[in-house]
């Protein structure tokens, strides 16, 4: 199997440093709130309500493992579940990488083992990200709810920052959409302008930007071409996806016998979905924890409660999807190893 060894070495450093930030993350998180009273509130907890929440992560994940073969069949050439597991719930090993970048080689070559282009391949990536952050709009409404729900300045402030920095996001996909050729002369103009200034590397980076706008149009024009209520429906998934994500963080309060809000607990795990994008830590280790910690920590009516939560949120919402997803890359790179008997 040839994938970038640079790219491996990559995760696998990020691996590293996931385990041990979220090691320290955690140990601090339960020190800081396990108290006396914590082990008498766990006699409260609702088996039901935690299988239920564990049934939703993985209806999700399967949830995600149909967008993506939704969006290949909607470029003609649907991939079966097997390489979508391993694209989809893959990547979660695979985003052990700051910005979850590392995880991009493999992805490509999953797509091209499926028969895809170098440029579909890339095409279909961009577009599994673009059918997201539409999904996303959805949310906005609920983030504007959040401003008169949430007494406390800090969501208020940061759900506005949020909604503010979607809109710059969607204003440029409408201008990439509506002049593609405008904007890559655009930045073709400052990549020269980098060069004379000797900022090399900034500068190769917006050109390898430039050649993904063109693959991204390609794509998009071939998939609207070809299968544009698959798209459509594609969208629906995410959307259905996302609402079950959101749902994880009520329903885990549930299960520990926690009372809480259940709307101001969807808008904080929808903040935080969105924060987290942006997070430099190989899979916002740290921060995740820390962020989990803090906004939640408004709502928990245990405070003796909030560490054993934040750590089950994580696991629900992330770490069973590196473990799940770490055996599914293992597997898939013994049997590339293994000689046909």
Same mark, same amino acid.
């Given at each position: 199997m040839e994938v970038d060894k640079k790219a491996m070495n990559k995760i696998k450093k990020g691996l590293r440093i996931f385990l041990v930030i979220t090691v320290i993350s955690v140990?601090? $998180?339960?020190?800081?709130?396990? +108290?006396?009273e914590t082990f008498a509130s766990l006699k409260q907890v609702s088996p039901l309500f935690l299988t239920l929440t564990l049934a939703v992560c993985l209806f999700r994940m399967f949830l995600e493992c149909l967008r993506l073969q939704? &969006?290949?069949?909607? !470029?003609?050439?649907?991939?079966?579940? +097997?390489?979508?597991?391993? !694209?989809? $719930?893959?990547?979660?090993? &695979?985003?052990?990488?700051p910005f979850g970048a590392g995880g991009l080689p493999m992805q490509i070559y999953i797509l091209r083992r499926e028969s895809f282009s170098f440029g579909e391949s890339?095409?279909? $990536?961009?577009?599994?990200?673009?059918?997201?952050?539409?999904?996303?709009? !959805?949310g906005i409404p609920i983030l504007i709810s959040s401003r008169a729900i949430f007494d406390g300045a800090g969501?208020? $402030? &940061?759900?506005?920052?949020?909604?503010?920095i979607y809109a710059i996001f969607l204003i440029l996909f409408v201008l990439v959409m509506l002049r593609t050729d405008r904007v890559e002369y655009q930045l073709l103009r400052f990549s020269k302008f980098l060069v004379r200034h000797r900022k090399?590397?900034?500068?190769?980076?917006?050109?390898?930007?430039?050649d993904e706008l063109e693959r991204f149009?390609?794509?998009?024009?071939k998939c609207w071409r070809k299968g544009k209520y698959k798209l459509i429906l594609t969208i629906f998934i995410s959307v259905v996806s996302l609402f079950f994500y959101i749902l994880i963080a009520p329903l885990l309060f549930k299960g520990l016998g926690v009372s809480a809000p259940i709307m101001k607990t969807a808008i904080i795990q929808l903040i935080l979905t969105f924060v987290l994008m942006f997070a430099p830590t190989p899979g916002a280790s740290g921060i995740?924890?820390?962020?989990?910690?803090? &906004?939640?920590?408004?709502?928990? @009516?245990?405070q003796e409660l909030l560490g054993i939560y934040v750590v089950l949120w994580r696991f629900f919402t992330y770490y069973i999807g590196v473990i799940i997803g770490g055996l599914i890359i293992l597997k @898939?790179?013994?049997?590339?190893?293994?000689?046909n008997t």
């Open positions: 140990i601090t $998180i339960l020190a800081v709130t396990v +108290k006396k939704t &969006l290949t069949w909607a !470029f003609g050439n649907p991939i079966n579940l +097997k390489s979508s597991a391993e !694209f989809t $719930i893959g990547g979660y090993f &695979l985003s052990l990488t890339g095409a279909v $990536i961009a577009l599994r990200g673009i059918t997201s952050l539409i999904a996303f709009a !959805f969501i208020r $402030i &940061l759900s506005g920052y949020l909604i503010t090399e590397k900034l500068a190769n980076w917006i050109n390898k930007l430039c149009k390609f794509g998009f024009k995740a924890e820390g962020a989990g910690f803090a &906004l939640f920590r408004s709502i928990c @009516m245990k @898939m790179l013994v049997s590339k190893k293994t000689p």
